[in-house]
């Protein structure tokens, strides 16, 4: 058994009369309870929490096998509990026989609070331990929803089940065993981010763990580069991998360590794990269309997700013998987390911003700003520059609908690159709100590649956006689109593809949002080379340009290049479209925006260090910093490794 005597006397002490534990086990960071008489404890149910509380571990209850009902017998009692209407029909609900769980996908929006009722109600009923998922409100427009569907499918595979359980059964067996040594020193590898943008990628390492803090790589104009020594890791020494967003420069590579065996737990939000699984599979699929090799394929992304844990914003899990983790909104996309490790029992903590947004956004709460405890922040530095301050978001938006409203009346299209996630749906929303309020005539907007994926996933999850917008996703309203936009379904044959193109090129005046966001390939480029050379056409961007992508080239001037796309093959353009780049809708906290999470963060850490900066940006603010606050700074480059304790 993983657990000591100690830890089971004292739920048995705290269970109401009638509830008895059967059997306990460890699923990875999870205590699982086998209980009989699951409509007992839940009349009392708050006691789960109070144990949970006492024990400070991750709890579930489950009942003993011959305290659930059949599964037709209990699958009449949830249609009857949930609504016939209200459960999605294709996927419904899905027994988990070897888990003893089952899961009720919904077809519309439900409050936090109604599920809870419902799951209780279930449990108590059924005695199958419930997680019911909300769905999207009904749209005039139908989101694509295939990679969601697939996401579910891998996860209730039966044989993926077996190895899941055993995964983390073995897991939970590493986590809970007592610490060999106490922590005498903590090192951090910084394999990439160090002094540049993209390839995230952080190693900590105690005397007992070695963890991974994300795993992506960085776009360049040629070849993609990984974080540095990233072959040489020990994959089986490695006890987790935790993610903090659904970007490709921090998460492109995870896919990479199954690759080559790597077999243990990535740690991330709920919303993270589908919109990573979307552009991971995307990724794959576009590689392959453009005739490049991808550096792993379709099964190691699959890899990815079952050895995916899930956890909650706020929740603290044990992940290693001396490890403690804790997730908190960064407010940078959806899902997106800040990392909180509380290392050796209250010994030294670090906080990883991973990227994060201090600051107001239409769609998400800033990131948050207290921690129990905090010796070491490693904070992103993307906009560290003293120049890099954004303009007001009011005046942003102002800017952007202008643009819209000019270009459109003088019979030219906006082109917006965008990221799949994040920013698309940003923007979406501003031009939707700006239709609806009347501020701006209805325009056609398309929307090509996997941003309406992406926004399902938005609307699955409102309780990861701002009060505003989860109030109108759960009185069924879509907050992102209205019928003005149109989903590209991107033809899958070459002439299909070109026509469809120059449908829209050719077509009335409107606005096309297509990833990658920095115009390094992707399907925005087959718009690009057709309205490149026309003077009526804007070009907007709403996000960073990295350091050698076309995007940051034209934003340095360059207008005549060739260009390479899957529909012209390679093309000479001499660039006659405006150009415009509008700040304030980064989902990075600008320069004020960071000196203030220093000034504000609490506790006040001993020592930060700035990762995801160019050099200049990142020193610059290290100065700042050490000046302004007299925190000791670090700015380390790719590729070195610190020793941080003991100071
Ligand atoms: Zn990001």
């Not at 907050?479 to 077509?507: C, N, S, T, Y």
């Not at 910093?625 to 020793?643: A, S």
Request: proline fraction near 6%; aromatic fraction near 8%; charge should be negative.
């Amino acid at each position: 058994m993983c657990v000591k005597d100690e830890v089971k006397n004292v739920v048995v002490s705290m269970l109401p009369r009638g509830v008895s534990v059967v059997g306990i086990e460890c699923e990875g960071p999870t205590l699982v309870m086998y209980i009989q008489n699951p409509s007992t404890l839940m009349e009392q149910s708050s006691i789960i929490r109070s144990i949970a509380k006492t024990l400070r571990k991750r709890i579930v209850f489950r009942a003993a096998p011959e305290a659930r009902l059949d599964e037709e017998a209990a699958r009449k009692i949830i249609y009857e509990v949930v609504g016939e209407e209200a459960i999605d029909r294709k996927d419904g609900v899905r027994f988990s026989r070897r888990f003893g769980e089952v899961y009720i996908y919904l077809s519309s929006p439900l409050k936090e609070r109604e599920i809870k009722r419902l799951e209780k109600e279930i449990f108590a009923r059924t005695g199958w331990k419930p997680n019911i998922e909300s769905g999207m409100p009904r749209s005039k427009v139908r989101l694509p929803t295939h990679e969601i569907y697939a996401v579910r499918q891998i996860l209730h595979n039966e044989g993926v089940e077996e190895e899941r359980r055993n995964m983390l059964q073995q897991l939970g067996r590493r986590i809970y065993r007592d610490p060999i040594m106490p922590v005498n020193s903590i090192q951090i590898g910084v394999l990439g981010a160090g002094q540049e943008v993209g390839r995230s990628s952080i190693l900590v390492r105690t005397s007992e763990s070695t963890l991974l803090l994300d795993c992506g790589l960085k776009p360049g104009s040629s070849t993609d580069e990984f974080p540095m020594g990233l072959h040489q890791l020990d994959l089986d020494e490695l006890d987790g991998v935790v993610v903090t967003h659904a970007h490709m420069d921090h998460i492109a590579c995870l896919p990479y360590l199954f690759k080559y065996g790597y077999r243990g737990p990535v740690y991330m939000t709920e919303p993270t794990k589908y919109l990573l699984y979307i552009l991971l599979t995307d990724y794959v699929e576009i590689a392959r269309r453009e005739g490049r090799v991808p550096p792993y394929g379709l099964s190691e992304v699959e890899e990815v997700i079952y050895h995916t844990i899930t956890l909650d914003y706020e929740d603290t899990t044990d992940i290693t013998p001396d490890i403690k983790l804790s997730l908190y909104d960064a407010g940078h996309e959806i899902g997106s987390a800040l990392v909180h490790l509380h290392v050796g029992n209250g010994l030294y903590n670090i906080v990883y911003t991973g990227d994060f947004k201090y600051g107001y956004t239409r769609l998400l709460s800033p990131a948050n700003d207290r921690f129990r405890r905090l010796e070491l922040l490693i904070m992103e530095s993307t906009y560290g520059g003293k120049d890099d301050v954004q303009p007001p978001r009011e005046e942003s938006e102002a800017v952007l609908l202008q643009t819209i409203r000019d270009t459109v009346e003088n019979g030219g299209k906006v082109l917006i690159p965008v990221f799949s996630t994040g920013r698309a749906q940003e923007i979406l929303y501003v031009i939707n709100h700006a239709i609806r309020q009347r501020l701006m005539p209805k325009v056609k907007v398309y929307v090509d590649g996997m941003v309406l994926e992406t926004l399902s996933v938005h609307t699955m999850f409102p309780q990861y956006l701002n009060r505003e917008v989860s109030e109108m996703i759960y009185e069924g309203v879509d907050p992102f689109i209205d019928d003005h936009v149109v989903p590209v379904d991107r033809a899958k044959r070459l002439e299909e593809r070109m026509e469809q193109v120059m449908g829209i090129v050719q077509g009335e005046p409107s606005v096309i949002m297509a990833p990658h966001g920095m115009l390094n390939g992707g399907p925005v480029l087959d718009y690009f080379a057709h309205l490149a050379e026309d003077p009526k056409n804007t070009l907007v961007f709403v996000s960073y340009q990295a350091e050698n992508t076309l995007g940051r080239r034209i934003l340095n001037g360059e207008r005549d290049f060739t260009l390479r796309t899957l529909t012209l093959g390679e093309t000479k353009i001499s660039m006659a479209m405006n150009v415009r780049y509008i700040p304030g809708f980064s989902g990075h906290s600008d320069r004020r925006e960071l000196m203030n999470y220093v000034r504000r963060v609490e506790p006040r850490p001993q020592k930060i260090m700035l990762v995801h900066g160019e050099p200049s940006k990142a020193i610059g603010l290290a100065v700042s910093i050490e000046l302004k606050y007299h925190v000791t700074t670090l700015v380390p480059k790719t590729g070195d490794h610190l020793r941080i304790y003991p100071p």
